[in-house]
Structures are given as structure tokens and as C-alpha cells.
């Protein structure tokens, strides 16, 4: 008789990292359990195709009593806080519930875990942005000093984690992921948003892709290469923090080369155009992570480059269309 099943908890099951992690933890014999918000419509886009295998579970990182049920439901041994506002745009125009979700959220799920009683580990989604202004590569000593009200509250939610963990002696673990994009990513962010208009371009769907700030860096990474990373945090004897990177920092134009490439253009300058309606009170103008950390104590690296994601995800929206099945 085989080892008892292991259980985890994913909060933000519903988003882009969400389904890649319940994909790999089922991989791996693990029960998974995803929490959700109850909503008129149900919008289960990246994990529809694991509804037979995960069971869902009714919460809201705003309400405190809720995340014990969830906690009592599904009884895990690991839950892995993937759930916030995660758009930084938009976190100028909601800064109030981008504070609640995306900070207090994480330490309404360390109380219920401590409530709990039982040892649970935890897993912090943390991230690039908390580093905001900088010019080197960060890793896990770089000051952090945030440039939206999202890192401000992942800044939060980040401390409150590692403050638990000395506090009361859990099993903590942040992983500061920097951008990690895939064919799953939300429309909104700058990555999807070109390869799907490259699609709809090709198509003669769409005319052009209208942009924001241009002079951007970033060190992109694939999204099921990340996940990975997350669960290896928690199979270690002890909890730390780790960034999660693939050490190479691209331009925004490199990504347009590469996305406007699979289309066979070259010259994609007619086909961009920048609008300062996409600009942000502040920006993030480069960010680049050195994973050597990770690489030693948990043995991660990065499979999958740049270009080898970009073609995936224009083959993606480009068949998305053809099959005209969704259009998200
Ligand atoms: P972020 O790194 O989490 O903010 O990921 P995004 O994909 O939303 O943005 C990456 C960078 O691209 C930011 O510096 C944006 O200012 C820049 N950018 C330029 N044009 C756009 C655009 O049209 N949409 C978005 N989302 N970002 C843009």
C-alpha cells in the first residue's frame, strides 16, 4: 500500500498559474483542491479541462471565515496563494481592493492556516514587481522598493509570510517569479496582448496593436517551467524564499521581432502604434532576476526560451481563431 495521497489548496486556480500547478500536482498523484469565488458566471478558462479531477471549493481572500471552510474542505497538506488583483495596470484604478486581496489576502490565509492547527505549508506567490526600480539583475538580498500599488501590496503579503514563518514557525515559502507569460496568460498583459493581435493581424482580423510605453525590459520566462519552482519550495527540509527566473532580459521590441516573425514580418512598424492611454502612472522599466539560489538548493532551471514560448502562444491564438471556439 502506496504512501497516503497528498492534498494541496490552490488559491487562484482560475488564473494562468492556477491550471498549469493542478496539471503538474495531479502529475505528480497529489489531490488537488482549487478555491473560487462564487460568481453568476462561471469562468473556469485554464483548468476547464481538469473539472473532473480537482474539486472545487467555495471562498474569497477578502473573507476571513470562508478560507478556514476551505481550509476544513479539503484538509491540505500544502496551499499554494496564487489568488490576487495580478493586473498591475489596473491596480492604480482599484489601489484599495488591490491592497485587500493581493496583501491582506495572504495574511487572512496565514491566520486560518494558524487557526487550523494542523501543519500546513504554505506558498507565497511573490513577485518581480516588489523589486520595481532597479537597475541589475535582483536576487534574493536586492532591495526591494515597489512602483505600483499591486508591489506594494505583494510587498505586504510578502513581509506578513516571512514574519510568520519566524513568528510562529511555519513552513513558509515566497517565490519572487518574475514575469512568466504562456498561451494561458490574460489578454491584458503586454505579451498576450501582442501574439493575439499578431494572430488577429494575420488573420486580417485587426488592423494593429496599439501600445503602451515601448521602452520596457523584461526577463520572461514560461509559465509551466514556474510552477515547477513552486512545488519544489515545498519539498525542502526547510521553508525560504527564492527567485525564480531565466537570467535573460529581453526588449519590448524583441518580443514584437519574435511574435511578428512567425507571421513572416519583419517590419512591424506599421502594424504598432503607442497610445499613452496604455501608460502607467509609474513604470517598471527593466526587471531581471538571478536564479542562481534556486538553481543550487532546488535544482530549477528554465526549459523553455524566449522564442520557443512565442511561437507556442501565436500558434495558440492563430489556431484559437481558426477554430473560432473562444474568443478571450
Ligand atoms: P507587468 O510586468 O506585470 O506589469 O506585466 P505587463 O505585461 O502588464 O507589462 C509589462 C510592461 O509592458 C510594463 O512596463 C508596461 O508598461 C509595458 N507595456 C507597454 N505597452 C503595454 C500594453 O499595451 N499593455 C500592457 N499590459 N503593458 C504594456
Known sequence: IGEKMKRALITGINGQDGGYLAEFLLDKGYEVFGMERRSSTKIRVNCQHLEDKITFVNGDLTDQNSLMRCLKES????????????????????PEQTGDVTGMGALRM?????????????????????????????????????????????????????NYR???????????????????????????KITDAVARIHLGLQDKVILGNLDIKRDWGYAPDYVEAMWLMLQQDEPDDYVIATGKFHTLEDFLNHSFK?????DW????EQNPKFMRPADVFYLAGDATKAKEKLGWKPRTSLSEMVDRMVKNDIKKYHEKSVYY
Request: charged share 25%.
Open 269 to 272: 512598424s506599421k502594424y504598432v
Open 262 to 266: 512567425h507571421i513572416g514580418v519583419t
Open 75 to 94: 484538509d491540505p497538506d500544502e496551499v499554494y496563494n496564487l489568488a490576487s488583483q495580478s493586473f498591475v495596470g489596473e491596480s492604480w484604478n482599484t
Open 166 to 192: 519566524e513568528s510562529y514557525d511555519m513552513f513558509n515559502c515566497c517565490g519572487i517569479l518574475f514575469n512568466h507569460e504562456s498561451e494561458r496568460r490574460g489578454i491584458e498583459f503586454v505579451t498576450r
Open 110 to 162: 496565514l491566520e486560518a492556516i494558524r487557526e487550523y492547527g494542523k501543519e500546513v505549508k504554505f506558498y507565497q506567490a511573490s513577485t518581480s514587481e516588489m523589486f520595481g526600480r532597479m537597475e541589475q539583475y535582483a536576487n534574493e538580498d536586492t532591495l526591494f522598493y515597489p512602483r505600483s500599488p499591486y508591489g506594494v501590496a505583494k510587498l505586504y503579503a510578502h513581509w506578513i509570510t516571512v
